[in-house]
Protein backbone atom coordinates (compact mmCIF):
# COMPACT_ATOMS: atom_id res chain seq x y z
CA UNK A 1 0.00 0.00 0.00
CA UNK A 2 1.61 3.29 -0.84
CA UNK A 3 0.80 5.92 1.66
CA UNK A 4 -0.56 9.53 -0.29
CA UNK A 5 1.31 12.25 2.57
CA UNK A 6 -1.16 15.06 3.74
CA UNK A 7 -1.07 18.16 2.01
CA UNK A 8 0.60 21.55 3.57
CA UNK A 9 3.24 18.82 5.23
CA UNK A 10 6.83 20.76 5.23
CA UNK A 11 10.32 19.33 5.22
CA UNK A 12 13.18 21.82 6.23
CA UNK A 13 16.69 20.63 5.25
CA UNK A 14 20.14 21.81 6.23
CA UNK A 15 22.81 19.47 4.31
CA UNK A 16 26.45 19.72 4.28
CA UNK A 17 28.75 19.93 1.58
CA UNK A 18 31.88 17.12 1.54
CA UNK A 19 35.20 16.74 0.10
CA UNK A 20 36.07 13.20 -0.70
CA UNK A 21 39.98 11.40 -1.57
CA UNK A 22 41.52 13.10 1.29
CA UNK A 23 44.49 12.72 -0.93
CA UNK A 24 45.19 8.68 -1.04
CA UNK A 25 41.17 7.22 -0.48
CA UNK A 26 39.60 7.56 -4.24
CA UNK A 27 36.34 6.93 -4.02
CA UNK A 28 36.95 5.94 -0.35
CA UNK A 29 37.35 8.24 1.86
CA UNK A 30 34.93 11.55 2.50
CA UNK A 31 34.47 14.57 5.08
CA UNK A 32 31.70 16.57 5.71
CA UNK A 33 32.54 20.62 6.31
CA UNK A 34 30.37 23.36 7.57
CA UNK A 35 29.24 24.66 4.22
CA UNK A 36 25.18 24.28 3.74
CA UNK A 37 22.45 23.73 1.14
CA UNK A 38 19.23 24.83 2.60
CA UNK A 39 16.27 22.94 0.88
CA UNK A 40 12.72 22.78 1.70
CA UNK A 41 10.23 21.08 0.46
CA UNK A 42 6.55 21.11 0.62
CA UNK A 43 3.28 18.81 0.01
CA UNK A 44 1.69 20.32 -2.65
CA UNK A 45 -2.36 19.54 -3.98
CA UNK A 46 -0.93 18.56 -7.92
CA UNK A 47 1.81 20.10 -9.77
CA UNK A 48 5.72 20.65 -9.11
CA UNK A 49 7.42 24.16 -8.09
CA UNK A 50 10.81 24.79 -8.06
CA UNK A 51 12.77 27.65 -6.34
CA UNK A 52 16.59 27.65 -6.63
CA UNK A 53 18.67 30.94 -5.39
CA UNK A 54 22.29 31.11 -4.93
CA UNK A 55 24.76 28.54 -6.78
CA UNK A 56 23.04 27.52 -9.86
CA UNK A 57 20.51 29.97 -10.03
CA UNK A 58 19.34 30.92 -13.51
CA UNK A 59 21.10 27.51 -14.49
CA UNK A 60 19.68 24.58 -13.44
CA UNK A 61 16.46 23.01 -14.46
CA UNK A 62 13.69 23.67 -12.69
CA UNK A 63 11.30 20.82 -13.36
CA UNK A 64 11.26 17.14 -12.05
CA UNK A 65 14.62 16.88 -13.70
CA UNK A 66 16.04 18.81 -10.92
CA UNK A 67 18.27 16.80 -8.61
CA UNK A 68 16.58 17.23 -5.55
CA UNK A 69 13.49 16.51 -7.17
CA UNK A 70 14.34 13.24 -8.70
CA UNK A 71 16.26 12.18 -4.76
CA UNK A 72 13.01 13.22 -3.47
CA UNK A 73 10.55 11.23 -5.43
CA UNK A 74 13.26 8.37 -4.98
CA UNK A 75 12.72 8.43 -1.28
CA UNK A 76 9.24 8.78 -1.08
CA UNK A 77 9.25 5.65 -3.13
CA UNK A 78 11.54 4.01 -1.13
CA UNK A 79 9.28 4.71 2.25
CA UNK A 80 6.16 3.89 0.41
CA UNK A 81 4.93 7.09 0.02
CA UNK A 82 3.60 9.31 -2.34
CA UNK A 83 2.91 13.21 -2.99
CA UNK A 84 -0.02 14.93 -4.99
CA UNK A 85 2.18 17.82 -6.01
CA UNK A 86 5.33 19.40 -4.73
CA UNK A 87 6.98 22.98 -4.08
CA UNK A 88 10.71 22.44 -3.43
CA UNK A 89 12.77 25.95 -2.92
CA UNK A 90 16.29 25.56 -2.78
CA UNK A 91 18.74 27.62 -1.01
CA UNK A 92 22.24 26.68 -2.55
CA UNK A 93 25.56 27.88 -0.52
CA UNK A 94 27.76 24.62 -1.98
CA UNK A 95 29.59 26.06 -5.30
CA UNK A 96 28.67 23.47 -8.21
CA UNK A 97 31.53 21.67 -9.79
CA UNK A 98 34.04 22.83 -7.29
CA UNK A 99 34.97 19.67 -6.08
CA UNK A 100 32.86 20.30 -2.62
CA UNK A 101 29.89 17.54 -3.05
CA UNK A 102 27.28 20.10 -4.30
CA UNK A 103 25.27 17.36 -6.29
CA UNK A 104 26.00 14.76 -3.61
CA UNK A 105 24.15 17.34 -1.12
CA UNK A 106 21.26 18.08 -3.57
CA UNK A 107 20.73 14.15 -3.40
CA UNK A 108 20.89 13.78 -0.03
CA UNK A 109 19.10 17.05 0.60
CA UNK A 110 16.72 15.10 -1.64
CA UNK A 111 16.53 11.75 0.00
CA UNK A 112 16.17 13.36 3.87
CA UNK A 113 13.32 15.45 2.86
CA UNK A 114 11.69 12.31 1.81
CA UNK A 115 12.64 10.71 5.07
CA UNK A 116 10.78 13.44 7.34
CA UNK A 117 8.15 13.74 5.26
CA UNK A 118 7.27 10.01 5.35
CA UNK A 119 7.67 9.87 9.16
CA UNK A 120 11.39 8.26 9.05
CA UNK A 121 10.35 5.56 7.57
CA UNK A 122 14.33 5.27 5.85
CA UNK A 123 17.25 4.10 7.56
CA UNK A 124 20.88 5.69 7.31
CA UNK A 125 21.89 3.27 5.00
CA UNK A 126 18.73 3.77 3.16
CA UNK A 127 19.31 7.19 2.64
CA UNK A 128 23.11 6.49 1.59
CA UNK A 129 22.19 3.25 -0.84
CA UNK A 130 19.73 6.02 -2.86
CA UNK A 131 22.00 9.18 -2.63
CA UNK A 132 24.90 7.01 -4.07
CA UNK A 133 22.94 5.83 -6.93
CA UNK A 134 22.83 9.24 -8.18
CA UNK A 135 26.51 9.65 -7.75
CA UNK A 136 28.00 6.32 -8.62
CA UNK A 137 30.61 6.38 -5.88
CA UNK A 138 29.05 6.94 -2.02
CA UNK A 139 32.40 9.15 -0.55
CA UNK A 140 30.51 12.71 -0.52
CA UNK A 141 26.69 11.28 -0.19
CA UNK A 142 27.93 9.24 2.53
CA UNK A 143 29.72 12.35 4.56
CA UNK A 144 26.89 14.31 3.84
CA UNK A 145 24.30 11.75 5.47
CA UNK A 146 26.67 10.60 8.07
CA UNK A 147 28.52 13.58 9.39
CA UNK A 148 32.23 13.74 9.83
CA UNK A 149 34.69 11.75 8.10
CA UNK A 150 33.96 8.47 6.65
CA UNK A 151 35.41 5.31 5.00
CA UNK A 152 32.32 4.05 1.96
CA UNK A 153 33.06 1.20 -0.73
CA UNK A 154 30.96 -0.32 -3.55
CA UNK A 155 29.52 -3.91 -3.14
CA UNK A 156 28.85 -5.27 -6.93
CA UNK A 157 26.78 -8.86 -6.71
CA UNK A 158 27.65 -11.48 -8.07
CA UNK A 159 24.03 -11.38 -10.19
CA UNK A 160 25.33 -8.05 -11.76
CA UNK A 161 22.22 -6.36 -9.95
CA UNK A 162 22.26 -2.99 -8.77
CA UNK A 163 25.85 -2.14 -6.69
CA UNK A 164 25.34 -2.01 -2.92
CA UNK A 165 26.91 1.49 -1.36
CA UNK A 166 28.40 1.29 2.03
CA UNK A 167 30.04 3.64 4.02
CA UNK A 168 30.53 4.12 7.82
CA UNK A 169 31.85 7.06 10.14
CA UNK A 170 35.03 7.38 11.46
CA UNK A 171 35.62 9.43 14.57
CA UNK A 172 37.18 13.01 13.96
CA UNK A 173 39.59 14.96 16.05
CA UNK A 174 37.86 17.92 17.25
CA UNK A 175 40.78 19.86 16.71
CA UNK A 176 40.48 19.26 13.09
CA UNK A 177 39.97 22.26 10.88
CA UNK A 178 39.28 22.88 6.82
CA UNK A 179 40.73 25.37 4.76
CA UNK A 180 38.68 25.70 1.43
CA UNK A 181 40.33 27.57 -1.73
CA UNK A 182 38.00 27.19 -4.12
CA UNK A 183 38.92 28.77 -7.52
CA UNK A 184 36.61 30.63 -10.14
CA UNK A 185 36.52 27.80 -12.61
CA UNK A 186 34.32 24.55 -12.35
CA UNK A 187 35.50 21.08 -13.07
CA UNK A 188 33.70 18.20 -14.62
CA UNK A 189 34.43 14.86 -12.21
CA UNK A 190 33.54 12.51 -15.39
CA UNK A 191 36.29 14.71 -17.35
CA UNK A 192 38.78 14.79 -15.28
CA UNK A 193 38.33 11.17 -14.50
CA UNK A 194 39.31 10.46 -18.24
CA UNK A 195 43.16 11.70 -17.31
CA UNK A 196 43.68 8.64 -15.27
CA UNK A 197 45.33 5.71 -16.26
CA UNK A 198 43.77 2.20 -16.56
CA UNK A 199 46.65 0.73 -14.60
CA UNK A 200 48.96 1.89 -12.18
CA UNK A 201 52.27 0.51 -10.86
CA UNK A 202 52.28 -1.65 -7.97
CA UNK A 203 54.49 0.41 -6.07
CA UNK A 204 52.26 2.90 -6.33
CA UNK A 205 49.57 1.28 -5.10
CA UNK A 206 51.10 0.12 -2.04
CA UNK A 207 52.26 3.68 -1.32
CA UNK A 208 48.42 4.71 -1.61
CA UNK A 209 47.12 1.94 0.66
CA UNK A 210 49.98 2.95 3.65
CA UNK A 211 49.07 6.29 3.17
CA UNK A 212 44.97 5.38 3.64
CA UNK A 213 45.64 3.39 6.75
CA UNK A 214 47.61 6.71 8.01
CA UNK A 215 44.88 8.69 7.12
CA UNK A 216 42.72 7.00 8.98
CA UNK A 217 45.05 7.06 11.92
CA UNK A 218 45.63 11.13 11.45
CA UNK A 219 41.61 11.59 11.18
CA UNK A 220 40.93 9.79 14.72
CA UNK A 221 43.64 10.76 17.08
CA UNK A 222 46.96 11.83 15.85
CA UNK A 223 46.37 14.85 13.43
CA UNK A 224 50.04 15.52 13.35
CA UNK A 225 50.24 12.45 10.65
CA UNK A 226 47.75 14.85 8.27
CA UNK A 227 50.37 16.35 6.23
CA UNK A 228 51.77 12.09 5.67
CA UNK A 229 48.40 11.02 5.56
CA UNK A 230 47.11 12.95 2.24
CA UNK A 231 49.90 11.88 0.26
CA UNK A 232 48.71 10.36 -2.81
CA UNK A 233 50.27 8.84 -5.91
CA UNK A 234 47.38 7.54 -7.61
CA UNK A 235 44.84 10.54 -9.01
CA UNK A 236 46.67 13.29 -8.20
CA UNK A 237 50.04 13.54 -10.13
CA UNK A 238 47.55 12.74 -13.59
CA UNK A 239 45.05 15.53 -12.37
CA UNK A 240 47.62 18.23 -11.84
CA UNK A 241 48.00 19.06 -15.78
CA UNK A 242 44.52 19.84 -16.28
CA UNK A 243 44.15 21.62 -12.96
CA UNK A 244 47.47 23.79 -13.27
CA UNK A 245 45.87 26.57 -10.18
CA UNK A 246 44.76 23.60 -7.83
CA UNK A 247 47.92 21.72 -8.62
CA UNK A 248 50.07 25.24 -7.77
CA UNK A 249 48.04 25.96 -4.71
CA UNK A 250 48.49 22.30 -3.52
CA UNK A 251 52.09 21.99 -3.89
CA UNK A 252 52.87 25.88 -2.58
CA UNK A 253 50.75 24.65 0.78
CA UNK A 254 52.23 21.65 0.96
CA UNK A 255 55.83 23.19 0.67
CA UNK A 256 55.01 25.06 3.82
CA UNK A 257 54.01 22.08 5.93
CA UNK A 258 49.69 22.52 5.55
CA UNK A 259 48.21 19.23 4.79
CA UNK A 260 46.79 20.35 1.60
CA UNK A 261 44.92 17.84 -1.47
CA UNK A 262 42.84 18.25 -4.59
CA UNK A 263 39.31 17.58 -3.31
CA UNK A 264 36.97 15.01 -4.98
CA UNK A 265 37.99 16.01 -8.72
CA UNK A 266 38.63 19.39 -7.96
CA UNK A 267 38.98 22.67 -8.81
CA UNK A 268 39.10 23.26 -4.74
CA UNK A 269 42.26 23.12 -2.87
CA UNK A 270 41.62 21.32 0.45
CA UNK A 271 43.41 21.81 3.26
CA UNK A 272 42.88 19.74 7.10
CA UNK A 273 44.71 20.75 9.46
CA UNK A 274 44.47 21.75 13.26
CA UNK A 275 46.47 25.24 12.41
CA UNK A 276 44.79 28.05 10.52
CA UNK A 277 46.64 28.93 7.17
CA UNK A 278 48.16 32.15 7.32
CA UNK A 279 46.22 34.39 6.83
CA UNK A 280 49.08 36.36 4.19
CA UNK A 281 48.77 33.28 1.37
CA UNK A 282 44.62 33.21 2.21
CA UNK A 283 44.66 37.17 1.16
CA UNK A 284 47.28 36.31 -1.87
CA UNK A 285 44.77 33.56 -2.52
CA UNK A 286 41.62 35.90 -2.86
CA UNK A 287 43.53 38.46 -4.41
CA UNK A 288 43.27 35.92 -7.31
CA UNK A 289 40.45 35.29 -7.42
CA UNK A 290 40.39 32.35 -5.40
CA UNK A 291 37.19 32.22 -3.14
CA UNK A 292 38.11 31.04 0.71
CA UNK A 293 36.24 29.05 2.90
CA UNK A 294 37.51 28.22 6.62
CA UNK A 295 35.38 25.50 7.68
CA UNK A 296 34.04 23.03 10.74
CA UNK A 297 33.99 19.29 10.16
CA UNK A 298 30.16 19.29 10.17
CA UNK A 299 27.40 16.74 11.49
CA UNK A 300 24.68 15.00 9.48
CA UNK A 301 21.98 16.18 7.33
CA UNK A 302 19.47 17.96 9.30
CA UNK A 303 15.75 17.63 8.55
CA UNK A 304 13.05 19.65 10.64
CA UNK A 305 9.39 18.87 9.82
CA UNK A 306 6.01 20.70 10.30
CA UNK A 307 2.73 19.59 9.57
Not at 38 to 54: C, F, K, P, Q, R
Not at 146 to 172: M, N
Request: net charge negative; charged share 20%; glycine share 10%.
Amino acid sequence: MTETLPVGRKAHVKVPASSANLGPGFDTLGIAVSLYDDVDVEITASGLEVIVSGQGEGEVPLDDTHLVVRAVKAGLDKAGCAAPGLKVTCHNRIPQSRGLGSSASAAVAGVAAANGLSGNKLTDDDMVQLASEFEGHPDNAAASVLGGAIVGWTEIPVDGTQPQYRAVKVSCDPRIKSTALVPDFRASTQAVRKVLPTSVKHLDARFNVSRCAVMLVALQSHPELLWEGTRDRLHQPYRADVLPVTAEWVNRLRNLGYPAYLSGAGPTAMVLSTEPVDEQILNEARDRGITVHELDIAGPVEVTVEG
